[in-house]
């Protein structure tokens, strides 16, 4: 079963490869660890990611705003919240032969070396944290992190925005942004990157009140991996952290997690941060952080509940939840049963040959739908069938044939992926009925 499982992520990396989703970094030069590029139909599943997450973390609701802060930020800023001196992993190192280093809570209870069973070292705090240096001149007071999470940005111009913005608490600022982590060990493919994205919200409650909103968040967040990115339900699961993994800053912290092939993941943590950020930086900043209730004139600094989630690993479930193999005459088909939101294509137009007066007719059809789906055009001119599995390997929900027939009924096919069934519809109903089928 494991060998199983472990078979499914070695698929999933190898179609994202062969079709356009993932690839190594630098590959050419040998590529780097834990750093990947995204490839054409992995900056649509992404961005389709990113805006089904802004939709309904910011547009859908009228008490969330959003923000971009930088990724070089203030070097007070980590110093103030206990990065400089908390971020850090366990790091052992192998005294045996294969002298590798791991993450001392990744290994359980041995002190052997997992790869050539050789004796471990003492563990010893590495800060994570990338460095790098502003300005011209390389010494130590020009010296700067690039973020290991968006979140700082959020509570740094929390002042800017409840003064610049008709904000009230309850409210949440939202960010979705590149953050840097020297991991120890990176792998599993794009779940644990030294370089990701990251989609945090920091939502600002009353103290007292941060205990009721933590559980809403928790269920808002669940529900959306299931109900908007249809991600099966049984694949995920709640953790509660235990007291002693609790990060620095968190007085409550509750994992989701997905049944990833090497065990379970988290996709995402939703915290209770308490008002430590807001604290830190008003202590070190000298600025002041509270909020002025303004029906009671009361003076606090608020709670915050922040649910922070990873694009990499968002994208890399919906992969390997969507991924299927099934036998169609005698042969394997594959086909991603990607959500129809999520796909990085909805409908794929294809004229059977490259006849001029077939080609025509498809583009017309292109133009008539671009506007309302993501639309492909493809006249490769291959063998139908090919064409068909090429569109199921990338989770197309339709594809649309141009025919010879077309030319004399001003018709085309619809092939829908899951059941591979087809359907002849006249090219003026055809948007209709495409929007029928996606509803
Ligand atoms: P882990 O325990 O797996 O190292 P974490 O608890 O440190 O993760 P958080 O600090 O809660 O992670 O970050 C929020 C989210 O950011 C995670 O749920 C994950 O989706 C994403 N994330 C964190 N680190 C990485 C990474 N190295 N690569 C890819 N995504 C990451």
Redesign the pocket.
């Known amino acids: 079963m494991i060998g199983e499982r472990q078979d499914l992520m070695e698929k999933v990396t190898a179609l994202s490869k062969r079709r356009g989703f993932v690839y190594p970094s630098s590959e050419i030069y040998g590529g780097l660890g ?1 750093l990947y590029d995204y490839g054409p139909y992995g900056v649509a599943l992404r961005r389709n990611i990113r805006n089904l997450w802004w939709r309904h973390m910011v547009d859908l609701r009228d008490d969330v705003v959003g923000l971009e802060s930088t990724i070089i930020m203030h070097p007070q800023v980590w110093v103030a919240t206990g990065h400089v001196e908390n971020f850090t992993d366990p790091l052992v190192e192998c005294r045996g032969d294969c002298k590798q280093r791991f993450r001392a809570d990744h290994l359980g209870s041995t002190d052997r070396c997992p790869v050539c069973g050789g004796p471990l070292s003492e563990p010893r705090r590495f800060n994570t944290m990338f460095k790098t240096h502003i300005g011209p001149v390389e010494d130590t007071a020009s010296e700067v992190h690039l973020r ?2 968006t979140a700082q940005g959020m509570f740094v111009d929390f002042k800017n925005v409840v003064s610049s913005m008709r904000v009230r608490v309850p409210f949440g600022i939202a960010q979705q942004g590149r ?1 840097f ?1 020297n ?1 120890i060990t ?1 792998g599993n493919f ?5 370089e ?1 994205e ?1 989609m ?1 919200m920091e939502y600002f409650v009353r103290p007292g009140e941060d205990g009721r909103w933590h559980e809403h968040w928790i269920d808002e967040r669940f529900n959306w991996y299931v109900e908007v990115l249809g991600i099966r339900r049984e694949k995920l699961r709640l953790r509660p952290h235990d007291k002693d993994e609790l ?1 620095h800053y968190a007085k409550a ?1 509750t ?1 989701i997690e997905y049944l990833f092939p090497f065990g379970w ?5 939703v ?1 209770n941060r308490t008002d430590f950020d807001l604290r830190a930086h008003q202590q070190h900043s000298g600025e002041d952080l509270s909020y002025l209730e303004p029906d009671t004139n009361e003076r606090y600094i608020p709670y915050v509940i922040e649910p ?3 694009v ?3 994208m890399v479930t919906c992969l390997l939840d969507a991924y299927d193999e099934e036998e169609v005459r005698g042969e394997t088909r594959v086909v991603l049963r990607l959500h129809r939101d999520v796909a990085p294509v909805e409908v794929a137009i294809m004229p059977l040959s490259k006849k001029k007066e077939l080609i025509e007719v498809a583009r017309q059809v292109q133009r008539t739908l671009q506007p309302a789906f993501r639309v492909e055009y493809d006249q490769t001119g291959g063998h139908i069938g090919r064409r068909y599995r090429r569109q199921d390997e990338i989770g197309t929900p339709y594809c649309i044939t141009i025919d010879f027939a077309t030319l004399e009924d001003r018709a085309v096919t619809i092939r829908e992926r899951d059941s591979m069934e087809q359907e002849r519809v006249p090219i003026a109903n055809l948007l209709d009925r495409l929007r029928e089928r996606f509803a």
């Open positions: 834990g290991p999470e953050s982590r991991e990176h794009i779940f644990r990157l030294r990701f990251q945090e990060a912290s994992d993941g988290e996709l995402e943590g915290a922070a989630a990873g990499d690993r968002i």
